[in-house]
């Protein structure tokens, strides 16, 4: 038989094979591994040897798919990071400006709002005393009548209820 054959060979030239190691007497022919044999290895290796590769190349997709979930996660991060660093800048700069201003400087900063605060106490004030003109002419003008206890009842009443009427229209305008 050729080594083809030998390597090559169908199940017949297996069992012609073992036929002449028997006849061989199991010499120097015998202790050679068969070509079908040779084959089987050889094919069987390339089987681990794909099993291998495949193994690596999951290995290294997953690895790819991690390094791009991390990169994911660092980009989402420095999104944030940039508002962040904004606020904290703006509150280093107002944190800079309270200390460069002196205390004359901040006051006149604040003159609005002082102006504000101003006008909001003499309104208060001008409340103050419509209330108690109208509460002395009201009381003048219960005393100079005669009036029964149910009417001076009403007049008493329609007083916060004009100012509570007045107050709304002013709030709707």
């Known amino acids: 038989m050729t080594d083809l054959n030998l390597l090559y060979g169908s199940d017949d030239n297996l069992m012609s094979d073992q ?80 200390n460069d201003y002196s205390f004359m400087d901040r006051m006149n900063m604040k003159r609005g709002e002082v102006i504000k605060l101003a006008l909001f106490s003499l309104v208060i004030v001008l409340g103050i005393s419509i209330d108690r003109i109208l509460t002395y002419y009201l009381t003048r003008y219960v005393e100079d009548n005669v009036l029964t206890d149910f009417q001076e009842l009403l007049l008493r009443l329609s007083y916060p209820i004009a100012v509570f009427l007045l107050l709304w229209i002013f709030k709707a305008i």
Do not use: F, T, W
């Not at 291998?52 to 798919?65: E, P, S, V």
């Open 19 to 98: 036929m002449e190691r028997k006849e061989n007497g199991g010499g120097l022919y015998s202790s050679q591994i068969s070509g079908q044999q040779l084959h089987k290895m050889a094919s069987q290796n390339d089987m681990v040897y794909d099993d291998k590769n495949q193994q690596m190349q999951q290995m290294q997709q997953m690895q790819q798919q991690m390094k791009q979930q991390i990169q994911q996660q660092v980009q989402a991060m420095q999104a944030v990071n940039p508002m962040q660093q904004s606020v904290q800048k703006k509150e280093a700069v107002n944190y800079q400006r309270r």
